[in-house]
């Protein structure tokens, strides 16, 4: 940083006394003697002077630099800022943590209609207002609730299809239309995998442009999961871990590389073989893992079937309610008196 010399003095008028414009002429010399050792006298170029070496900057604990003059004086030079950070992402109700923050409500089913679930009754924004209503009842168990639409983005179908797979994939502007919907009511937005002969982790892949978005999760669903041969509908389907573990690995990847909040990850079960070694699922930082369980029926088989798959307390727990194939409807008082209680409310 250069030191700028000082302005001429202003021109003397008529009556000033001539001791004291004498005086500050010499002041004034002086002045300029010694700002010429620092910066050179003004309207002397820099080839004129010679040249002149400067000391290297030195770090100053404080992050700034310093460089000595000729006087030897050190002269404090202002760091150059930093670009800012870019603030981390947040989940759609505030924070970076899923649970035990939120308890999440969510809607369940694909586009066309109610048949695979009541998420694809009428519209995306008739959905989301339908999911708020539903959501409410629970805000009076403890915490603050997180609505959310669970999309199924690969659909198990009749049909080998293309590919083969026996499954689905709904084209971006579907998905688009519900992830715009629940960005406008602050929901979360989770995308359900039913692979029929494909891999979990090749049709995970498919939707990375919505698992790199911070209020996007996904779910897995075993009871879709084909061996060759096999087809919707025929059988339940199963998982081992391993295909399991691939998959939370690279989800648990990508909250990492990309900075993203803790994002829902959800398996879907209602018997015991449709994961036959789940304490080998590995839980990951980074992600909610949810073990939801889905059995319809009378209340006392959902029951049974929940205390069975909540006991090992290696997830975190979730809970379906159907409106047309369970008999009788449990409430949301019911459902909050489960142990342990529900972290993961579904509607189908």
């Not at 001429?8 to 002429?25: I, K, T």
């Not at 803790?262 to 893992?289: C, N, S, W, Y």
């Not at 159907?322 to 189908?348: S, W």
């Amino acid at each position: 940083m250069r030191t700028r010399a000082s302005s001429a003095p202003a021109p003397r008028q008529a009556g000033d006394r001539p001791l004291a414009a004498h005086r500050g002429l010499r002041s004034l010399v002086a002045v300029s003697c010694a700002v010429v050792l620092v910066t050179g006298c003004a309207g002397v170029s820099p080839a004129a002077q010679g040249p002149r070496a400067s000391a290297p900057p030195v770090s100053s604990p404080g992050g700034t630099s310093s460089t000595s003059s000729a006087s030897g004086t050190a002269r404090s030079i202002r760091p150059t800022p930093s670009p800012l950070t870019k603030p981390l992402a947040q989940l759609p109700l505030g924070g970076r943590s899923i649970f035990p923050k939120f308890r999440v409500v969510a809607y369940y089913g694909s586009t066309g209609g109610s048949a695979l679930g009541v998420l694809g009754k009428g519209t995306p924004e008739q959905a989301a207002a339908a999911i708020t209503r539903a959501a409410a009842p629970y805000a009076a168990y403890g915490r603050p609730v997180q609505p959310a639409m669970e999309l199924i983005a690969t659909v198990a179908q009749g049909h080998p299809g293309v590919d083969g797979s026996y499954s689905y994939r709904l084209p971006d502007a579907t998905i688009d239309s519900y992830l715009a919907a629940a960005r406008r009511h602050k929901m979360l937005l989770l995308l359900d995998v039913q692979p029929g002969r494909a891999d979990f982790l090749t049709q995970v892949r498919g939707l990375e442009r919505y698992l790199t978005q911070p209020d996007v999760g996904v779910a897995l669903d075993p009871e879709w999961k084909l061996t060759a041969g096999q087809r919707p509908l025929g059988q339940i389907g199963s998982s081992d871990a391993a295909p399991i573990n691939a998959v939370s690995a690279y989800v648990a990847g990508l909250v990492q590389r990309y900075r993203l909040p803790e994002k829902l990850f959800v398996l879907h079960q209602f018997q015991i073989r449709m994961l036959p070694d789940r304490k080998a699922i590995v839980t990951r930082p980074g992600l909610a893992m949810a073990d939801h369980v889905d059995g319809q029926g009378p209340v006392s088989d959902k029951l049974k079937t929940y205390a069975a798959l909540s006991g090992s307390g290696q997830f975190h727990m979730g809970f379906k309610l159907f409106y047309a194939k369970d008999p009788v409807l449990m409430t949301p008082k019911q459902a909050m008196a489960l142990v342990p209680r529900p972290e993961l409310i579904t509607y189908q």
